[in-house]
């Protein structure tokens, strides 16, 4: 049992329901909640105090979709001028080289990049099981909990191979049996359903044009009887458009809805070409999107209808991507490239840097089901990130330093807490050497390479 008093924050954005800011305030923890969130300072003992002035306070971000293991292939000089399916067959070959090694080394680096960037929750989307690797979530879950992140594993699948009409070669697809076994072992394993959880797994099949329609449905059915989430890519690019049309007969989101795949238990990575009826369906349905905006531009794929999704209330959340469509694990760029592209798309006053700090914050919560993070509240988990404001990325943005910090920058988070645990301090892990992190990631990056240019 451990307190915390974070004492004179220079200012707290809560993002409670209200948009509650406060210009100068205090943030009391006691056994990894929030007790207290105020301009007058909490009474009591606390076993530590964090002296927060010059600092801006804010939720943990949430960083609804990933690919951690892709950082071992990020900046790929092949991969320039790439859209999505050329880019993937180019890179399912190297992946196929992915071991237990490789997928812990990537995950530390990946989460250890997005905390000190002040993510405090992430999930990662985890498609891709060489024949005989059977522990790489397992792998990818105990990085996360060495490092102190929260994370929501999403045990993905591909079993819709090149021969069968997929994309993917057949060496990075499982069987059926194989895939839905493994599913069911992970959630019992390690989900934690509770209020706080520190881990929880969602099942993920990888995308129409790498999951038959007999792994989706009843990966669904499996998801509503252990109680878990479900995610995937969807409407991602034009050409998953037409092979959708093609070989389903309909779009990609109406695929969806008649395979049993849209609900409030559902979020749904890209949703780049929507029509008017699918943003309909994915807000009558209550369904999440995971909005990756340089991801999207990145491959070419497009700009997503943010605005006119969060008009009709469906839920919005961001994603760095995977390491390889993005690069980097910087959250908040992700936060200033869906203010930017909203703005391209939609006009200078399609989206407010508030409003996009709402969709890196709360609306990621809202993507995993949480009502426990995202925000500074009483009872909220103690998730905070605080950034420094009399730095040279900040200068000149003190009158506003929260759209400072979507505006300005790049920074590394000073200080970010999960669970009440100072993961981050003064820009540095607490929980892992940041250097042994990037050469034990390299050596297994060189590995992956230079058995792809043996094999
Ligand atoms: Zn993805």
């Not at 307190?3 to 200012?11: E, F, G, V």
């Not at 099981?129 to 929260?150: K, N, V, Y």
């Amino acid at each position: 049992m451990s307190s915390l008093l974070i004492r004179n924050a220079a200012h707290v954005v809560t993002m409670d329901t209200a948009g509650t800011e406060l210009s100068g305030g205090h943030i009391a923890i006691r056994d990894g909640c929030i007790t207290a969130v105020r301009k007058e300072e909490p009474k009591g003992e606390f076993d530590q105090v964090l002296d927060a002035r010059n600092l801006l306070a804010l939720p943990g971000f949430v960083n609804v979709h990933h690919h951690l293991y892709q950082s071992l292939t990020r900046g790929f000089p092949e991969s320039e001028g790439k859209t999505l399916f050329p880019w993937l067959e180019m890179l399912y070959p190297i992946w196929a080289g992915i071991d237990e090694e490789a997928v812990y080394a990537s995950a530390q680096l990946g989460l250890a990049e997005l905390l000190l960037s002040g993510c405090t929750t992430s999930s990662d989307h985890l498609y891709l099981f060489p024949r005989g690797q059977t522990r790489l979530i397992d792998a990818e879950i105990e990085a996360a909990q060495e490092l102190g992140i929260r994370f929501h594993a999403t045990r993905g699948s591909m079993d819709l191979s090149r021969e069968q009409g997929g994309l993917p070669p057949a060496d990075v697809t499982q069987p059926a049996t194989e895939i839905l076994a493994d599913s069911e072992r992970l959630v019992r394993q390690y989900h934690d359903p509770e209020p706080g959880a520190m881990i929880r797994v969602a099942l993920a099949p990888c995308s129409p044009f790498s999951a038959t329609d007999e792994v989706m449905r009843e990966t669904a059915a499996m998801a509503r009887r252990l109680g878990v989430r479900l995610h995937t890519h969807i409407a991602e690019t034009l050409d998953e458009e037409r092979f959708c049309l093609q070989t389903r007969g309909c779009r990609p989101v109406e695929h969806l809805e008649r395979i049993d795949w849209l609900g409030p238990d559902v979020w749904l990575a890209h949703c780049v070409h929507l029509s008017d009826g699918d943003i309909e369906r994915l807000s009558r349905s209550q369904t999440g999107v995971a909005h990756c905006p340089t991801s999207n531009m990145l491959l070419a794929s497009g700009m997503a209808r943010v605005v006119e999704m969060l008009a009709r209330s469906v839920q919005v959340g961001l994603g760095v991507d995977g390491s390889a469509s993005n690069d980097g694990g910087y959250f908040p760029g992700e936060i200033k490239q869906a203010l930017l592209v909203a703005r391209v798309r939609d006009g200078a006053q399609a989206m407010t840097a508030r409003r996009a700090l709402r969709l890196g914050t709360r609306g990621g919560a809202d993507c995993l089901g949480r009502k426990d993070i995202g925000r500074l509240e009483v009872g909220a988990c103690a998730d905070i990130a605080l950034f420094r404001l009399d730095d040279l990325a900040h200068a000149g943005a003190g009158r506003d330093a929260a759209a400072g910090l979507v505006l300005c920058g790049p920074v590394r988070a000073a200080e970010v807490i999960v669970a009440g645990r100072h993961v981050v301090h003064e820009g540095r892990l607490q929980t892992v050497d940041e250097h042994a992190v990037v050469r034990r990631h390299n050596q297994a990056s060189d590995r992956l390479l230079r058995r792809f240019g043996e094999a």
